[in-house]
């Protein structure tokens, strides 16, 4: 994963380079933790270009990553799913929470 911030709009960008699942939800989940609470960003996006895979341990890791972006008052977005995951996002609601954006 790689993370971007750009201070003047207060954004953090996360990018995930592999895929989500059992094994690598947790060194994710620690990075953006890290990332959210040294930045405090009023906007954070995760970009999903690059990931091909996500099992239901990506869910809790988005949805742990909303409640603590939502108790500090800032906005999540999902961005770049694939069709499957945007589905998965879909299914389980996460969608209903987190902006989900395909551009």
Not at 17 to 44: F, L, M
Not at 45 to 68: A, K
Not at 79 to 90: A, D, Q, V
């Amino acid at each position: 994963m790689t993370s971007e911030y750009k201070k003047q709009d207060k954004l953090l960008i996360l990018k995930i380079t592999e895929e989500i699942d059992h094994h690598t939800s947790e060194k994710i989940r620690k990075r953006a933790d890290y990332e959210i609470q040294i930045h405090i960003p009023k906007k954070v996006i995760f970009d999903f270009e690059n990931v091909t895979f996500m099992d239901s341990s990506g869910i809790g890791l988005l949805i742990g990553r909303y409640n603590l972006i939502k108790f500090m008052d800032s906005k999540m977005i999902v961005l770049n799913p694939t069709h499957s995951i945007k589905r998965i996002l879909e299914l389980s609601k996460v969608s209903d929470k987190i902006l989900v954006r395909c551009d």
